[in-house]
């Protein structure tokens, strides 16, 4: 089932539901400037065997609307797109689980609308007001590696479509970290299908030039009673340890797992524990009220 949901104007987004649509369901959402194809068809589908997964293409990306440059926002409002999400496919509460910016995002979703959730997970993150979502107060946390600081400064470079791929690629090898093993292959025919999901290999780094206004918040998560699992990612070089058990700590609800092994990235290697934290974490909550009320507003496509 695909669907198109009406946020903010002119933003529109485009989902997808896959899995047994009486199972309980489960929100993905993805980082910064990456859309749904991002998401490992191998991930989605283990999920799937228990969830009514929901995957989407926020703002900017893929078959999402495109428009930040006459209609700017911030990362915060991100948060409100998930919600809408979770309307269109007549979701009462569901499941969340978010990658590096969608770990922000799932944040503030426990603090804003924590009776949408059933349960909240967050890995390759950064706690709210803190790191990449810090401010002038933030904690002294290591900052990401330098060598990504050095690549970001080309994020938005022209570049034809192969030069793009490769870019993309180099950029994944740092991410991955220098553990596991990178599969340049794999990568590459990831950010192919993204490319051909969006019809573009244009990037519009719309999410990085997002204003920050809201995510200084990271006091408040102490009120945060939904159920919520941090993975922690040890070969992280954006948000490498001890960020996790940070967020961990201020979340009284929170359960620290650790996935071996893994960086920045959802590398073939990490699929399997990383389903199996989300499904043991999934599996403890009681299930979800599915099909409470019909998608109202969105057009099914």
Same mark, same amino acid.
Request: hydrophobic share 45%.
């Given at each position: 089932?695909?669907?198109?949901?009406?946020?903010?104007?002119?933003?529109?987004?485009?989902?997808?539901?896959?899995?047994?649509?009486?199972?309980?369901?489960?929100?993905?959402?993805?980082?910064?400037?990456?859309?749904?194809?991002?998401?490992?068809?191998?991930?989605?589908?283990?999920?799937?065997?228990?969830?009514?997964?929901?995957?989407?293409?926020?703002?900017?990306?893929?078959?999402?609307?495109?428009?930040? #440059?006459?209609? +700017?926002? !911030?990362? &915060?409002?991100?948060? %409100?797109?998930?919600? =809408?999400?979770? /309307?269109? *496919? @007549?979701?009462?509460?569901?499941?969340?689980?978010?990658?590096?910016?969608?770990?922000?995002?799932?944040?503030?979703?426990?603090?804003?609308?924590?009776?949408?959730?059933?349960?909240?997970?967050?890995?390759?993150?950064?706690?709210?007001?803190?790191?990449?979502?810090?401010?002038?107060?933030?904690?002294?946390?290591?900052?990401?590696?330098?060598?990504?600081?050095?690549?970001?400064?080309?994020?938005?470079?022209?570049?034809?479509?192969?030069?793009?791929?490769?870019?993309?690629?180099?950029?994944?090898?740092?991410?991955?970290? #220098?553990?596991? +093993?990178? !599969?340049? &292959?794999?990568?590459? %025919?990831?950010?192919? =299908?993204?490319? /051909?999901? *969006? @019809?573009?290999?244009?990037?519009?780094?719309?999410?990085?030039?997002?204003?920050?206004?809201?995510?200084?918040?990271?006091?408040?998560?102490?009120?945060?009673?939904?159920?919520?699992?941090?993975?922690?990612?040890?070969?992280?070089?954006?948000?490498?340890?001890?960020?996790?058990?940070?967020?961990?700590?201020?979340?009284?609800?929170?359960?620290?797992?650790?996935?071996?092994?893994?960086?920045?990235?959802?590398?073939?290697?990490?699929?399997?524990?990383?389903?199996?934290?989300?499904?043991?974490?999934?599996?403890?909550?009681?299930?979800?009220?599915?099909?409470?009320?019909?998608?109202?507003?969105?057009?099914?496509?």
């Amino acid at each position: 089932m695909e669907l198109t949901v009406a946020v903010s104007a002119p933003y529109r987004l485009w989902a997808r539901a896959v899995g047994p649509v009486d199972a309980p369901p489960l929100l993905l959402v993805m980082g910064a400037n990456a859309n749904a194809a991002t998401w490992p068809p191998a991930l989605v589908d283990r999920l799937a065997t228990r969830h009514r997964v929901i995957v989407y293409d926020h703002r900017d990306t893929g078959r999402s609307t495109w428009a930040f #440059d006459e209609h +700017p926002y !911030d990362v &915060a409002d991100l948060a %409100a797109d998930a919600v =809408a999400v979770l /309307d269109a *496919a @007549g979701v009462d509460r569901a499941h969340v689980v978010g990658m590096s910016m969608g770990g922000v995002l799932v944040q503030l979703l426990a603090l804003d609308h924590p009776g949408r959730l059933l349960s909240a997970t967050a890995f390759c993150t950064a706690a709210l007001g803190a790191g990449l979502a810090g401010g002038p107060d933030a904690p002294p946390l290591p900052p990401p590696d330098p060598r990504l600081l050095q690549l970001w400064e080309h994020f938005t470079d022209e570049r034809d479509r192969e030069a793009e791929l490769d870019w993309r690629v180099a950029h994944w090898r740092i991410l991955n970290g #220098d553990v596991t +093993p990178f !599969d340049p &292959a794999a990568f590459r %025919a990831m950010e192919e =299908a993204c490319m /051909d999901h *969006a @019809g573009t290999h244009r990037n519009a780094a719309a999410h990085a030039r997002a204003g920050q206004h809201g995510l200084e918040r990271g006091t408040e998560l102490g009120r945060v009673r939904v159920p919520f699992l941090v993975v922690e990612a040890p070969e992280d070089p954006i948000n490498p340890p001890p960020h996790a058990s940070y967020l961990a700590g201020l979340i009284p609800s929170a359960k620290l797992v650790t996935v071996g092994g893994m960086g920045h990235a959802l590398a073939p290697a990490v699929l399997e524990p990383l389903a199996d934290a989300v499904l043991a974490h999934t599996g403890a909550v009681a299930p979800a009220r599915v099909g409470a009320s019909p998608p109202a507003g969105p057009v099914q496509l």
